[in-house]
Every structure is written in structure tokens, then in C-alpha cells.
């Protein structure tokens, strides 16, 4: 059982009664606060519990991380993995080019299930939050040519989206509503809007080239809004929420959801924009509300600021293209600014993993070497806490594990 502090306990159960629109004083809201929490406990704490905490130095894991697991069954690129924790079981999903879809226990090191209704490459994969939110369904969502949703407990497919018209390279759910929103991106050049719980488009953004990457944006404070506009969290657009994608021209473009209008065009990549982040909205560190993070085959990472529509830095140091980048939940003491700095990290065809100081475009903090027989380059990054690992929740470094997909199959957790 993890020790929380009263503090930290006022501060998770207030960032709970916002996602869940608790307006205090109606016994029903309580009621349904009492029993999400309940309900929900594990599922947030594995995709929040790093957020809510202060800070981890990445001093302590870069002197103390090690390869933990290795997890074999894939024989072809790993496009995408993800992390999720249900029931007390810690899972990692995966699509690869080989077609697949599988699913792994994490604490018992086994592969428990494998997908192949896919007649393509599975280019995204995603825990849906909207499944377990509403029916406690253990859920992935996986993209090809179309959308599949499958629950991996009963080992059953539950739908498919149709809509786009070539390979979906990304898929994200909304972090507002439960997940019940998602966004793809696809060669067809679009970007779409779905709607899961009715299974329908809610609106098809056109006009420039085949799409790698998407995001939505993060949950907002009501506090930070217009008075003026409609403020209620899941309502599409009423929090100034946005989807941002990168496309082979090069650019990365940000649409508001509610207008459907192009608000902001980043041009400074000179190749296909691989992955797109957007940085967590509440965060203690500085240097990482309103940005995004993006990587290219140029073998840059850059950092945009949305507000100034501006480039804010550059990092340069893989000699290979870039495939992934992460917000991490390290910092280190930045002696130059005279204040700490959060950490960002990406995944390249060149077998590595860097680190950098977010406010430094200098020389890498860090770097995890692939294995140079097995991997063929790092495809894909997540990171995660794993129960077993974690001391307690005033850790720096300790407990938090870095997961990549690779370019010949295995998938590897550090920490």
C-alpha cells in the first residue's frame, strides 16, 4: 500500500473533483466521486501518479537505471506500445509491422494475448480510458487502414471505425470526458474526430499532407479560462482544447476542436515530422506548460511555444532519424538559469535514447544505448511506474522505468 500525505491526498482528490465536473453541494456528485474513486483508483494512478508528484532527478535514475525486462514475440518494427494498470495487473500493449497486436504482463513477464485482425501494419495502440471509465472493459484501441477496439480480457473484437481512406499513423484520446474522444491521423491526409461512444466522425480536418502524428491537448483548469466562454470540462472546445498533428510537408499545425479552424502552423523541420507531444498543462517545473515537442527525420527535436507561435529550441545530437520524443518526470538543477529544469527525451533510428535540459539546447544530459545486436534502432517510448518498483511517492528517480519499442521486435523496460 502506497503512504500518501494528507497534503498529496487534498492535492489528487482536488485534481479528481475537476476531471469529474464535481459541483460541490449535490449529494449525487459526492456519491459519484466516492465511487469512481473507488472504481478508477488504479487506472489513474498509473497514468497520473507521476504528475501528481513533485519531481524526480534524473541524477537518480541515470546513476541507478539498469535493463529490467526484456519481452520477445514481435519480429518486425514496434510502432507503438502503451502502459496501463487494471484490476492490480500491469499491462503493456504493442503494434508492430509484423500485423499484430499483443499484450503483455509486465509483472509476470509473459505475453497473455495477440491480435491479428489487422491485414496491415499496426502503426498506433492505445489503452482505452473511455472502456474502463464507463464499463470497467479492458480495452485497446489499435489503428492500420481503420480503427479496431478489442478487449483483450475476453480476447474479443468490440468494433472497428471506418473513415479514412489510407493508414492511420496516430491515435489519441482525449485526456477530458473519460477518453471519450479520440483523434487519428492517416496518409489519406486528414485528421479525424470520433465520437466513441456513438462511433461516429464528429469532423474530418483536411487540406495538406499525409498525417504521422497527432495529439489532443491536456486537461485544463477552469480557472484559466475566458469568463466569456462556455468553461465546462468535456464539453469539445469549451476549454480551448486542440489537436496538433505533424505531416510529411514538414510542419506541425495546431486546429481548435470547436471552431474546427487552423490556429497555428509551425514551419523549421526540413523533413516528416515523426511524433508531436503536447507538455503537461499543470506542472511544477517550468519550462513545459504550452509547448509542444516534436521530432523529425531531420534528427532534430524542437520545441514550439503555442502562445508565441514560436520555435523555442533545437536539439541536435542524433545521427540517425528520429522517431519518438517524451516529455519525461525528471528535472535537473539548471546552474545557468539558477532553477531546475524538466527533461525531454527522444528515440532514434541511430540505437539511442537522449536525454535534454528543456531550457538548454546544449549537449545531452544522458544516453541509454540500444542493444546493438538485438534492437536496430528505438521506435517507440513510455514511460511508466511500476508497482513493484516503487519505493514510495517521495522517490526522486527511484520506481520511474523507461519502455521502448524496437526496430527488430523486443520491447525493453529500464529503470
Known sequence: MINLSEEKIKIITKYWIRILEIKLGWIQDFDRLVVDYVIFFDYYLCHYLIQASEFFLLDAFRSSSKLLQIFYGHTKWVNSIDYSAFNDGQFICSGSEDETLRVWDVENNEQIQSFNGHFNNVDCVKFSPYHYYNNRCNVICSSSHDIHFWDFKHNKQLGIFNGHTDGIR?????????????????????????????????????????????????????????????NSVGVIGGNGYTICSGSYDTTIRIWDIETTKQLNIFKGHKNFVMAVKYGPNESVNSGRTNTILSGSLDKSVRLWDIRSDQQIQVFNGHTAYILDVEYSPFVVNNIEVGDSSSVICSGSEDNTIRFWDIRLNKKELYVINGDSKEDNGIICLKFLQLKKNRKSINDRGYGINLCYGSGNGPIHIWG
Open 170 to 230: 496516430g491515435i489519441e484520446f482525449s485526456s477530458f470526458n473519460g477518453g471519450r474522444y479520440l483523434c487519428s491521423g492517416s496518409y489519406d491526409k486528414t485528421v479525424r474526430l470520433w465520437d466513441v461512444e456513438t462511433s461516429k466522425t464528429l469532423h474530418v480536418f483536411n487540406g495538406y499532407d499525409c498525417v504521422l502524428c497527432v495529439g489532443i491537448s491536456p486537461l485544463q483548469s477552469n480557472s484559466n479560462n475566458d469568463s466569456n466562454k462556455s
